[in-house]
C-alpha cells in the first residue's frame, strides 16, 4: 500500500475553509462532519444519562421520593429515545464519517452536501424531543417502544412532537446510510475489491442496508399513532376494526434490525482492534463477512420474539423462537472467531484493546441471555422484567457503547495527532468495568426474582438489589467523566502521534499522518 | 478485569441454583411452572458450560500470549475444519434445547377441558374478576395505603402487592383465563403459575393453570399501562376445591342481596353529610389516581374538576361521564364498577368539595336514570 496524502499539505487550504461557526454550519469536510456527530453523540450521552440517574435516584429505596409516577415514566422513555437515536447511532455515524473514507482509500464520503444537512437537522429533532418535556401535560410517558393505545388516545398532546422528531431522526439515519452505500460502491481505491474491505467497512455497509429498510417502517409507526390520535384513524383501535398488537408487529419489525444497527458497527470496530492489539490477522475474515450477512438477514425474521405474551398462535411462536435460537449461530462463529485471533497472538493490553475485550465477554454474557429470553415458554416469565432490562444493557451498553469507547481511544491519535492520557484512560476503563457490571448484573436477579420493568417503585424484597444496581449506576455516570477529561486533555495536546501508533493496526487510515490531513486520498492510493 | 467477571459469573451459579433463593425464577406451585424452572436452569447451565470454554480460552491467550512475556504471534488466520465444527456444534446444542422448550409450549397453550372460566378484565389501574356461569365478579385494587407509597407509614410486608378483593381460585382445578383490557395494554402475570398474558383491548386472550397447592400467590401488571402501572397488583388465593365451592356460593348470596339493596334504595335519600363522606372515599380509590386528590387532575392529561364548567353547572352532564364514561379518552364508565349508592355519593362530593359548593345532592336515584343509557 502506499500513500499520497502527505504530498498535500503544503497547500493552503483556507481559502476554502471559513471560520468560525460558519466553518461548522456550512462543512461539507467528512472529518468535520464525523467530529460534529461524535461530539453530539457524546452531548445526547451525557443528557439520556442524566436522565437515567434520576430513575436510579427514584429506585434507589422502596416508596416515592423525587418523582411523581408520570414523570419517571417521560424519564425511560426519553432515555430510552435518547440512547437509541441519539447516543449510539450518531456515533456510529461519526465514526463511519471518519473512517470509512479513510479505509477505503477515498478522499471523502459521496454525497457531502447531503452528509452536512443529515447531521444539522439532528440538534433540531432533540431539541424538539426535549422541548417537549416542558409542556403542558409532559413529555412521551408510554416506553421507547410507543405501544399503542397507549400512544394514541392515552397520551398527552406532546405525542405530535414526538412523532415529529422521530421522523427527523429518521430522514437523517436514512441520508447517512445512502452516504455509507453510495462512497462504499464508488470510491472504493483502485485494487480494494470488496473483499479486502476492512470488516467495519463491511459491517457499516450491511448497517446501511438494514436502515435504509428499517427506518422507513418506523416511520410508518409514527405517522399511523400521529392519524390515530389526530385524525380519527383506527390502525391500532379495534373499536373501529384495527388491532393492537398490529402496532407491536410493525414496531418491531423495525426494531429487531434496529438493534442489530447498533451492534454490526461494534462488531466492526471490534474485528479491528483485537488483531491490532494480538498482533495477528484476524481469524476467519471472509466467515466474519459471511455471519455478518446472515445476521442482518435473520434479524428480519425474528422481530416477535418481544411479542410472545400477546397471544400469538402456537405455530407462530414456534417459528420465532428457533428463528431467534438461530441467529445465535452466527454470532457464536464472530466471538469464536475473535477468540481465535488472540489464540496464540502477541497480546497487549492498550485500552482500545481492555475495551474490546470487556467488550467479547460482556456482549456474549448478553448473548446468553437473548438465548435465554428465546425459549418462548420461559421467555414468558422473563418478558416485561428486569431480566430483559439486563439483557438489552450487556449488549447496548458493555456491547455498543463499549465499541464505541474502544474506537475512540483506537483512533483518537489519528484524529487530534495526540496520544491520549494512557493512565487516565485505564482509570476510565477500570473504573467503567467494574460500575457496568454492578449496575447491570444484579438486574437478571431482581428480574428473575420477579420484578417488573418501568416500575416507579417495587415490593420491598427488590430493595437491597435496587440499591446495590443504584450504586453501580451512579459510579457509571461518574466514570464517564473521565472520559470527557481524556478526550479533551487530548484534543488540547499531548505527546505528539506517529502515523501508525500502534504496531500491530492495519489499514489504510494509518498511512497518512497524524492527525489525519483535513484532506485525505485526493488522489487514490494504490491498494494490492 | 478478567478474574473478577469469572469470579461473578461463577458467584452466581450456586445463588441462582438454590431453589427458594430470591435471586432466582420460582418454582411456582403448577406443573408447567415447574417444568419452565428447569428449562431456565437446563439453558442456563448450557450457557455456564460454554461460557466456561469461550471465557477461559480468551483468558488463556491473555496470560500465556502476551506481549510483556515475550510471545511471538503465529500466523494463521484460517482453519475451515475448525469453522465448519464451531459452527455444526452449536446448532446441535440448539436443536437439544428447542426438544423441551417446544413440549412445553405446546403444554402451556393447550387450555381446552378447563373447569372453572375466569375473565380477567385489566383497564387503568385496577383489574377486574368475572367467574362464568357463576354470579360473581368484581373489582380488585390496591390496597397498601397512599402514605406508605409517600414514605409518611412504614411500609407493611406485602407493600405494593397487596389488594382489596384478590382473585379466588380452586387448586387440583383446570381453570382458564380469558385476559382482555378496557383501555389500554396490560399484563396479567403470576409468576407461581408461570402465567404471564397480554390484555389487549378489543380482544381476548386464553390461559390457563392448575394449582398444586393452597395458598396465596402474588404477581403484578407486566406491561407498561400509564402512570399508576405500578400500582396494579394481582392477588390469587387458591382454596381446596370445597373450600372454593363454599366461598363462590356465599358471594353469589352477597351479590344477590346488595342487587336488592340498591333496589330499595331508589326511593330513599342520604344526607349530605352521609354522602360526602362516602363519596370521599369513593373519590379516592377510583377517581384521585387522574384527577388527583386536590381535584386539580395533571394539566394537560387529566382534567381539572375544580371549578369547572361541568362540575358548576351542568348537572346532567356531570353524572352522565361518570356512569357512562367518555369513549377515546381515559375516563372510565363507573356505571358498572361502583353502585349507585357510591355513584351517587361520589358525584355529589366532587359537586361540593374544594370550594366547588354547588349545594347540590344526588341521589342513588337521579343516577339510575343515567345508568343503562
Ligand atoms: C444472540 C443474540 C440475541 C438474542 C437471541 C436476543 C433475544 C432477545 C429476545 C428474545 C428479546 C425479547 C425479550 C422480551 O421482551 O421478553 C430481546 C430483547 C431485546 N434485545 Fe436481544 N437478543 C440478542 C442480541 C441482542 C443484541 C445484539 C442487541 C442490541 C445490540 C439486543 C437488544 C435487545 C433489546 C434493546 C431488547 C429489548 C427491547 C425492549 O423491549 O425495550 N439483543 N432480545
Ligand atoms: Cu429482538
Known sequence: ?528 | MSTRLITALLASIPLAASAQSQLNLTQGVTEISQRVYDLHMTIFYICCVIGVIVFGAMFVSMILHRKSKGHKPATFHENVKVEILWTVIPFLILVGMAIPATKTLFAMEDASEAEVTVLVTGSQWKWHYKYFDRDVEYFSLLATRQDQINNRLEKGENYLLEVDRPLVLPTDTKVRFLVTSDDVIHSWWVPDFAVKKDANPGFINEAWTKIDEPGIYRGQCAELCGKDHGFMPVVVIAKEPAEFEAWISEQEAIAKAAKEEEQRLLSMSMSKDELMELGERVYLGSCAACHQPNGEGIPGVFPSLKGTAMVMNDKPGHINIVVNGKAGTAMQAFGNQLSLRELAAVITYERNAWGNNTGDLIQAADVNEYLNK
Open chain 1, 1 to 528: 500500500m502506499s500513500t499520497v496524502a502527505g504530498e498535500m499539505d503544503h497547500h493552503d487550504h483556507h481559502h476554502h475553509a471559513p471560520s468560525g461557526i460558519t466553518r461548522w454550519l456550512f462543512t461539507t469536510n467528512h472529518k468535520d462532519i464525523g467530529s460534529m456527530y461524535l461530539w453530539f453523540s457524546f452531548i445526547m450521552f451525557l443528557v439520556g444519562g442524566s436522565m437515567a440517574m434520576v430513575i436510579r435516584a427514584e429506585l434507589f429505596q422502596p416508596g416515592l421520593q423525587l418523582v411523581d409516577p408520570h414523570f419517571f415514566n417521560q424519564m425511560t422513555t426519553v432515555h430510552g429515545l435518547i440512547m437509541v437515536f441519539g447516543a449510539v447511532m450518531p456515533a456510529f455515524t461519526g465514526l463511519a464519517n471518519w473512517m470509512v473514507p479513510m479505509m477505503i482509500g477515498a478522499p471523502d464520503m459521496a454525497l457531502p452536501r447531503m452528509n452536512n444537512w443529515s447531521f444539522w437537522i439532528l440538534p433540531f429533532a432533540f431539541a424538539i424531543l426535549l422541548a417537549s418535556l416542558f409542556m403542558e401535560g409532559g413529555g412521551p410517558a408510554f416506553g421507547w417502544t410507543f405501544y399503542a393505545p397507549l400512544s394514541t388516545t392515552y397520551s398527552s398532546d406532546s405525542t405530535a412532537l414526538f412523532v415529529f422528531s422521530v421522523h427527523i431522526m429518521g430522514i437523517s439515519s436514512i441520508m447517512g446510510a445512502i452516504n455509507v452505500i453510495v462512497t462504499i460502491m464508488n470510491m472504493r481505491a483502485p485494487g480494494m475489491t470488496y473483499m479486502k474491505m476492512p470488516l467495519f467497512v463491511w459491517t457499516w455497509f450491511i448497517t446501511a442496508f438494514l436502515l435504509i429498510a428499517v427506518m422507513p417502517v418506523l416511520a410508518g409507526a409514527v405517522t399511523m399513532v400521529l392519524t390515530d390520535k389526530y385524525f380519527s384513524t383506527s390502525f391500532f383501535d379495534a373499536a373501529g376494526g384495527g388491532d393492537p398488537v398490529l402496532f407491536q408487529h410493525i414496531f418491531w419489525f423495525f426494531g429487531h434490525p434496529e438493534v442489530y444497527i447498533m451492534i454490526l458497527p461494534s462488531f466492526g470496530i471490534v474485528s479491528a482492534i483485537i488483531p491490532a492489539f494480538s498482533r495477528k490477522k484476524l481469524f476467519g475474515y471472509s466467515s466474519m463477512v459471511y455471519a455478518t450477512a446472515a445476521i442482518a438477514g435473520l434479524s428480519f425474521l425474528v422481530w416477535a420474539h418481544h411479542m410472545f405474551t400477546t397471544g400469538m398462535p402456537v405455530a407462530a411462536e414456534i417459528f420465532f423462537m428457533y428463528a431467534t435460537m438461530l441467529i445465535s449461530v452466527p454470532t457464536g462463529v464472530k466471538v469464536f472467531n475473535w477468540v481465535a485471533t488472540m489464540w496464540r497472538g502477541s497480546i497487549s493490553f492498550e485500552t482500545p484493546m481492555l475495551f474490546a475485550l470487556a467488550f467479547v465477554i460482556l456482549f456474549t454474557i448478553g448473548g446468553f441471555s437473548g438465548l435465554m429470553l428465546a425459549i418462548t415458554p420461559v421467555d414468558f416469565q422473563y418478558h416485561d422484567t428486569y431480566f430483559v432490562v439486563a439483557h438489552f444493557h450487556y449488549v447496548l451498553v458493555s456491547g455498543a457503547i463499549f465499541s464505541i469507547m474502544a474506537a475512540a481511544y483506537y483512533w483518537l491519535p489519528k484524529w487530534t495527532g495526540h496520544m491520549y492520557d494512557e493512565t487516565l484512560a485505564k482509570w476510565h476503563f477500570w473504573c467503567s468495568l467494574i460500575s457496568v457490571n454492578v449496575l447491570f448484573f444484579p438486574m437478571h436477579f431482581a428480574g428473575l426474582a420477579g420484578m417488573p420493568r418501568r416500575i416507579p417503585d417495587y415490593s420491598l424484597q427488590f430493595a437491597d438489589i435496587n440499591q446495590i444496581v443504584s450504586i453501580g449506576g451512579f459510579a457509571f455516570g461518574l466514570s464517564q467523566l473521565i472520559f470527557l477529561a481524556v478526550v479533551i486533555k487530548c484534543v488540547r495536546g499531548g505527546e505528539k502521534a506517529p502515523a501508525k501508533p500502534w504496531d500491530g493496526a492495519e489499514g489504510l487510515e494509518w498511512t497518512v499522518p497524524s492527525p489525519a490531513p483535513y484532506h485525505t486520498f485526493e488522489t487514490p492510493p494504490e491498494v494490492k
